[in-house]
Structure formats: structure tokens, C-alpha cells
């Protein structure tokens, strides 16, 4: 039989990172264990003491429950869970195949159960190929329970790392009503990281020596406890019923730590415990909108695609952010050009009013040489242009189709500011291949166009309104951006289309904004293309922004009939806010 090869065996190392992966988050779903036990905390739980040898045998693969030192590199089935242990593994994986075969391993047996002394990988490996024995020494340590496969050690670790957590922390004594029980074992020693960062950082920032139970009390008020808060106000605990509170604590904060080393910017505790429910949750709902989006996705083709209904993104908005601006986050796509560069002016503008921070994204394609070179450049020149400004911000550089990758992030903002270079065509073929219009149909969030050349100082805003759903939305943002935003005047301009609309619409917006206190000037184009009467008014109230509804049309009727507001983009000299 032919010896396995190195790439082989890598593959098969890949394909037991897959199933880890996999494993690690339906254990979280259902609320089980599947970190392999600790064998000293279950010797010091049991009273366990010095074995007996009993030489070389057989035993099953199956009752191998455990590990003396790498139990947090496997789960309980011994998938490896480390990335960096691939070399080893392939290692020992082609071994299995070459006649000499592998060692035998070395375990501590309590019970009828096993601990890995030596050789987690050789039993990681024979795991994977489903062999159901694996030759061992074997040293057998006597206690006076009997452990078998089936028996609940977890609780009683569980129980042990508590009372252990609790007597080196004394949260008993300073928090009394504090119960952070978890249901996996290993926990506690995240846990007290947390507060050993915490006692570090407040010992910075308070430039003194913080006693260690001063930083217990104040990691548990300050930074636990509202974490707690927020999954119960969310209702997080209904969509992961098997959980407790602090396995939510906990597994939000791993979370939110990958999301942000994936997106390179921060993310509010919010919109990461929103995202984790509609990603994992078991709750039938939502379960079937994952379901139905993957079969959009495998049926549908993106160009054709409608995007959320309209409110969506408000409707996210006020669930996941606590505070009172509307433009907290604006997300803005970085060309690395002159044009990129002047739109980013702008988004720097709407950071500063909105006392927000801005995320850049520059997407380079695949088949960009000198990528790194590129990148370097362009993350020094957003560093450097944000320090100009005033503003914080951040830009993330990734590789494949920009429309897509812009529609990915801007899930995580409030606001998406692109550059208006390239706005839909007039045929069907040219709209298809826009990526800016698939950018209007699918962003989860309002999008402001920004034509080339154009530095806006943003202060006369021109609402288009024609009182339909999305043109709803733009009259709320206009009120919004006039009542917060220093010195904005307003425009209302409405035109009529044959007999489908009359002065109420038109009258309706004006009673709104002077229902927040602003006073706006309202006109009503009685005949004429309604992109006549939004531009011509635009140039006569001499204004810098338009803000308008989205397409008033599903994506196909707009791509067969076209729309106003294809035309607005295509002529338009103005920034346009386009709300959804």
C-alpha cells in the first residue's frame, strides 16, 4: 500500500479543522461541553493517588475523556482546534501509514476512563481515521469514584473551578449577589484574564497601585455587568436557551474579538450580540432565515437581489446603538485616488458633526500586483488624513469584488459614503454590470453618492419627496440632519406625475419638519420630469446635498424601466443621500 503524502496528509489535517469549527459552535448552540477535561483537576477533585502500572494494552478510543497538559488544543472528539499544530499533525498522520507505524501512547486510567499523557496528536489522528482502539501504557490511578464514559464530570469540575474562582477572586464577599456559573469547564480561567487585564488597565489609567479586589468589584460593575445587562435587554438568552448569562459574557466577548480582527475596526458590544443571534441562534425564525437566504444565494443572482425593506436599517439602528446620533459609524469605500480621497473629505465632514468615527475599505482585485506596496501607502495616507481631521478612523484593505465587500461592511456602519464615479447606465447590459447599482439595492444602510470633484459643505439640503415608503425614510433623516446639525436649511420639493399626487404630500412633509422645529421651504412642481424639477430647484436654492428615497421600483421593473433617480445620479453635481 502506497505511503500517504505530505499534501494528502495536510488535506486531512484541514478537513479535521473544518469539523473542530464546526463542532465548537453546535457545542454552543446546544449548550454542550466539548473541551476535553483537565487530568489534574479531576485527579484533585476525586482524591486521586499515585498509580499503578499496567503495561501495554489495547483500550478504546472512545473512553479517552481527557488530557494532562494540551486539553485546550482538542475538543472531546480530539479535533485539533490550533491552526499551529498542522505540521505536527500531517507528521504523525503519514506515520500511520508508513510500516513502522507510530508509538504506542502513554495514559493515566481512572475508572473506565482515559487521560492522554503522551500522544494527543496519534490520537487526534487515529480519531479521524476511525480506528476504535489505540495501543497504550497504561497507568491506572485508584479513587473511590467509578468513572465511566457516560459519567458527568463536568459538573463536578465545574463545581471545583467556582468554588476555586471564587476563592481567589472573593466576588462572594465583594459582589454578594454575584452568579457567574457557566456551563464549560475551563471558563473561570477566562474569566479571571478578563479581570487581570482590567486590574492592569485601571492601575494606568488611575496612575496608582488598585488592589486586586478594588479591580474585582470594578471589572464586575463596569465592564460584566453591563454586557449582562445588554443580553438581557436583547433577549439574547431566548435565542441560546442552554446558555447562562456568563457563557453569553464570555462568548461575546471572543466574538467580538475575531469580528474585529476580521474587519480590522472596533465593533459595539450591540451589533456584535445582535449579529451572533441571527448567525447562531436555534430559534425556529431564525433558523429559517438562514435557510432561505443561502437558498437566495445559490438560486438568485446577486444583480437581482432587492435588499432589505425599507426602515430596515433605522429599525437595526435604535436596537444596537445607545447613543443619540444617527451617524456613529460611516463606512467609506478608499479608491486610492484623488476622487476617493476628496469623498472621504466628505465622510470626514459627517464624523465630525456626528462626533463619529469613520472605517475606510479599499478593495484591491486579485490580480493587483505589488499588494502589500499598495497597501502600506494607502493605510499611511488614511492615517495621515484622519489625523488632519480631527477624526478617528481606521481603513481595512481586502481583495475581491468592491461592491460586495462595501455591502458586507457596511452592515457594521450606519452610513456608506462612496465615490459617484461611475453611476448606472441607461441600457440593461451597462446596469447589470454597475456595481453602483447593485450598491443601491443592497446596502443595508442609507448610501451617499459623492460626484468626483465634489467637496460639499453640507448645509442645504434638498428633500425629494414623493411620500412613498423609502421616501419616508429621507424625510426622517432630512429631519434628523436639520434638527442635530448646526445651520442646515431645507428645501422640499415635490412634483406632481400626471394625477398620482397632490399638495397633501407635499403639505404632510412641511407639518413634519415643523413638528421638530424646522421651517422649511416647500415647493410643488405641478408639471415637468420630476429629475427637472429636483435639479433645477437644487440650482436655484443653490444647495449641496439632495437627500431622496431609494428606488421607488423592485430591481426588475427598475432595470427594464429605468427610474428618476438613475437619471439624478447620472446628472447630479451634488453629494445625494439615498435612504432605504
Known sequence: MPVLNYTAAVNDFRDARRKASLEVIMSRLRGRAI???????????????????????????????????????????????????????????????????VPPIEVYQVGEVY???????????????????IQAYVIEIKTRAHLTPDSKLDDLILEAEYADFIARTHLDEIRPDANLKVTAPGKYREL??????????????????????????????????????????????????NRTETDMYLWLAEYRVALEEMLGWSV????????????????????????????KALVMLAELES?????????????????????????????????????????????????????????????????????????????????????????????????????????????LVVNLA???GLKVLAKLKS????????????????????????????????????????????????ARWPD???IVVTVQQGNKMDRGIMDYAGAYLESYGIQATCVFEERGSVVTGILSNAETYNCDLLVMGGYSHGVVLELLLGSALGRVLRESRWPILICR
Open 35 to 101: 473541551e476535553l477535561l483537565p487530568y489534574e483537576e479531576v485527579r484533585r477533585l476525586l482524591g486521586a493517588v499515585q498509580g499503578t502500572e499496567r503495561g501495554l494494552q489495547d483500550i478504546p478510543l472512545d473512553a479517552i475523556v481527557g488530557s494532562v497538559g494540551r486539553y485546550t488544543d482538542f475538543t472531546r472528539s480530539f479535533l485539533p482546534l490550533q491552526d499551529s499544530d498542522c505540521w505536527r499533525w500531517t507528521r504523525v498522520r503519514m506515520a500511520t501509514d508508513n510500516p513502522v507505524g
Open 115 to 133: 487521560f492522554v499523557k503522551d500522544g494527543n496528536h496519534r490520537v487526534s489522528v487515529a480519531r479521524q481515521l476511525e480506528t476504535p482502539t
Open 192 to 241: 479571571e484574564e478578563h479581570i487581570y487585564v482590567h486590574h492592569y488597565y485601571m492601575g494606568l489609567d488611575q496612575r496608582r497601585d488598585v488592589t486586586y479586589a478594588e479591580a474585582v468589584g470594578n471589572w464586575y460593575d463596569k465592564v460584566y455587568l453591563p454586557v449582562v445587562n445588554l443580553i438581557c435587554e436583547i433577549g439574547l438568552l431566548r435565542d441560546f436557551p
Open 268 to 295: 459595539p458590544p450591540e451589533m456584535v450580540a445582535q449579529d451572533l443571534a441571527k448567525r447562531f441562534s436555534t430559534q425556529t425564525r431564525r433558523v429559517f432565515s438562514r435557510l432561505w437566504a443561502r437558498i
Open 307 to 415: 435588499g432589505p425593506p425599507p426602515g430596515a436599517w433605522r429599525e437595526w439602528r435604535l436596537t444596537v446603538h445607545r447613543e443619540d446620533r444617527l451617524f456613529s459609524d460611516v463606512v467609506v469605500g478608499v479608491n486610492g485616488m484623488e476622487s476617493g480621497w476628496q469623498t472621504l473629505t466628505v465622510a470626514f465632514e459627517i464624523a465630525r458633526r456626528e462626533e463619529g468615527r469613520v472605517w475606510g475599505l479599499h478593495v484591491i482585485s486579485p490580480k493587483v500586483w505589488r499588494e502589500k506596496e499598495i497597501s502600506a501607502a494607502l493605510q499611511t495616507e488614511f492615517e495621515k488624513r484622519c489625523d488632519i481631521a480631527g477624526v478617528t478612523g481606521r481603513l481595512a484593505v481586502e481583495t475581491g469584488v468592491a461592491a460586495s465587500r462595501l455591502i458586507e461592511r457596511a452592515r457594521w456602519g450606519d452610513l
Open 422 to 424: 461611475y453611476p448606472p
Open 435 to 482: 456595481g453602483f447599482r447593485t450598491l443601491l439595492h443592497r446596502s443595508p444602510c442609507p448610501l451617499l453618492a459623492v460626484p468626483s470633484g465634489t467637496v460639499s459643505p453640507l448645509k442645504r439640503i434638498l428633500l425629494a419627496y414623493n411620500g412613498s415608503p423609502k421616501a419616508r425614510e429621507a424625510l426622517f433623516v432630512t429631519a434628523y440632519l436639520a
Open 488 to 490: 442646515v436649511s431645507v
